[in-house]
């Protein structure tokens, strides 16, 4: 389903700030597969879900996604294969526009915009049904505002929204890093239920290891922009926090894992 | 001080207020849509009446005068929105360039004249300062603008309830997530800046019309009457829960008052060549408010901010 080839990233080249956040990565997805990705500050993580997103270029390699090479694809283009739901829950939504609004907005993902009508009746009660699988009430509340909710309402409903329209891919950029414990471990379980109703092919970075752990059928750890442990099936079910934190400590060099990631 | 006078001109302010609320409109669409500052008007609200008037000298219906007027402005804000995506240049810069620009095309437009009379007597005009009072209702000047604010207003009510109006709101709201959307933020915003030039040179054709002249320098601090009128709608109107149409409405209203109290304040002495320092003032001072409000009397934050769940 996805299929990454050798992509390589310099930020800021030829500067002082020049830092390489890819080098050589290289990941294939097969269909279904739900993967959690660790690793530790700076690792390349978020990186590599924006160069899938094509938020930027990559300087070398290729990105495949079903096949279709989106390598030279801009950003608005690749989204009608992906669902994306972001660290920020600012990011993911539209403040000003209603819950319904936004949507209608991701019900489109991937088609043409005309002058049709932005929003239908039918789609709104298909909206109120779906709303209702987040279990938060936001069914009640179709006309509001969406910056008048929560963190967690405003994850919770991007991640609906991502996959209202069924994706190839889902990315998920530790997205419920920014929530409390209690919400975050709501949005988790739904993001476990639309996965697996689905059977979506997910990316889901983690600075969680139990989570990570728990979570999809295969994990993957990243360090200096390349993967240096990939591990699923019955060995990964078996895997403690503590392997992880060993191998981390083993990958970095001695140097201890960060405090965010010792958290659980 | 004879308030007789003051009541004189009131209906002249007000007619004028709302060609200006046509033009306020199309600012609303940059600035409060899209949230993009676009200085193009400045240009456009001269190039529309340049066109307009040119067009009807030469022998053209108002109506084929005032679309070729539209479309110029759309052709001006065309040129912004290319600046500002394909070229990466700042948004408030790209305007500046393209309304510099368009100071020459004007005069180019205008035969090489800083202005250009037009005789209401002799040209079928659609509007006009000399029937604001004492002619049948349909023919008064207010009326007319009204009208066209009630049609722009309809179609722009419309407009934005379609799949791409949505998603030019969105690109105002949130680009980034209107691009992990699909949305094509560029294009959004292209078609944005051209409606809202398109709008501002309309009101420019109707605005020359009224006056009986297009002037090369009609668009002069344009932007700042545009933003005072979006401003004072909010301010005044603000408190009333309204869907998009009365929203616009309320911006075309701002205009009005604005032009009333202008009226107000040249009856109580202030001289004509002060206008443009007593208006950059009130702007100034109603944008700051909301800052300076939110920093010394700030009370606890009710919605966004860094919202944890
Ligand atoms: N847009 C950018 N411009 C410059 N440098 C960047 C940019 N994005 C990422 N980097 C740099 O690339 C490196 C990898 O960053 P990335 O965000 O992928 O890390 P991460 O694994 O997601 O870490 P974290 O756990 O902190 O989110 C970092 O050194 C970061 O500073
Ligand atoms: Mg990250």
Redesign the pocket.
């Known amino acids: 389903m996805l299929k990454i080839e050798e992509i390589w990233k310099t930020?800021?080249p030829g500067t002082v700030?020049e830092?390489t956040?890819l080098s050589g990565l290289t990941l294939e997805l097969k269909e279904g597969d739900f993967v959690t990705v660790i690793?530790?500050?700076?690792?390349?993580?978020?990186?590599?879900l924006?160069a899938v997103a094509g938020v930027?270029k990559v300087d070398e390699g290729k990105i495949f996604i079903d096949g279709v090479n989106v390598t030279g694809l801009a950003e608005h283009k690749r989204a009608a294969y992906l669902g994306r739901v972001f660290?920020d829950p600012m990011t993911g939504t539209a403040a000003n526009m209603q819950i319904q609004e936004n949507l209608a907005l991701a019900l489109r993902r991937g088609k043409l915009r005309g002058l049709r009508i932005g929003i239908t009746r039918e789609e709104r009660e298909e909206y109120q049904e779906k709303l209702k699988i987040l279990e938060l009430g936001l069914e009640d509340r179709m006309t509001s505002k969406v910056g008048l909710l929560s963190g967690g309402q405003r994850q919770a409903l991007t991640l609906l929204m991502a996959t209202l329209k069924k994706p190839k891919l889902l990315l998920l950029?530790?997205h419920t890093a920014a929530l409390d414990p209690k919400t975050a471990a709501k949005v988790l379980e739904a993001t476990d239920r639309i996965v697996g109703k689905d059977n979506l092919t997910t990316l889901m970075?983690t600075?969680n290891m139990k989570d990570a752990i728990i979570h999809g059928n295969r994990l993957i750890m990243?360090h200096g922009?390349r993967i240096i442990y990939d591990v699923s099936g019955d060995e990964k079910k078996k895997l403690k926090v503590a392997d992880l934190l060993a191998k981390f400590e083993q990958a970095s060099g001695g140097e201890f894992a960060n405090d965010?990631m010792m958290l659980t | 001080m004879e308030i007789v006078k003051l009541f004189n001109a009131l209906p002249g302010a007000c007619a004028q207020g709302f060609i200006w609320g046509i033009m306020a409109i199309g600012v609303y669409i940059t600035y409060k849509v899209l949230d993009l500052a676009d200085l193009t008007v400045d240009g456009t609200m001269a190039t529309g009446g340049a066109v307009c008037i040119l067009m009807m000298l030469n022998g053209h219906s108002v109506f084929v005068a005032l679309l070729v007027a539209f479309l110029a402005g759309m052709l001006a804000g065309l040129v912004t929105g290319i600046l500002h995506t394909a070229m990466g240049i700042p948004a408030i810069l790209a305007g500046i360039l393209t309304q510099l620009g368009l100071y020459s095309i004007n005069l180019r437009i205008m035969e090489g004249k800083a202005n250009q009379a037009i005789s209401v007597d002799k040209y079928n005009l659609l509007i006009s300062l000399r029937w604001v009072k004492g002619v049948p209702f349909y023919k008064n000047a207010i009326f007319t603008a009204v009208l066209f604010i009630m049609v722009i207003i309809a179609i722009l009510y419309w407009f934005f309830g379609t799949e791409l109006g949505c998603s030019i709101r969105a690109t105002g709201s949130n680009p980034h997530m209107s691009r992990a959307q699909g949305i094509n933020t560029n294009l959004c915003k292209i078609i944005g800046l051209m409606l809202s030039n398109g709008i501002v040179a309309l009101s420019s054709g109707l605005c020359a019309q009224y006056q009986g002249f297009s002037d090369v320098n009609a668009g002069r601090g344009a932007i700042v009457i545009g933003l005072a009128a979006v401003i004072i709608g909010q301010v005044v109107f603000g408190k009333i829960r309204g869907n998009f149409a009365f929203k616009l409405l309320a911006v075309s209203f701002g205009a009005v008052i604005y032009y009333m109290v202008l009226q107000v304040v040249l009856w109580l002495g202030l001289e004509s060549n002060d206008l443009k320092l007593f208006s950059a003032i009130i702007v100034a001072v109603f944008l700051a408010i909301p800052y300076l409000k939110g920093k010394y009397f700030a009370k606890p934050v009710k919605k966004g901010g860094a919202s944890r769940a």
């Open positions: 930020f800021n700030n830092k956040a690793g530790g500050n700076g690792a390349g993580k978020s990186t590599m924006n930027w660290q950029d530790e970075i600075h990243m922009g965010r």
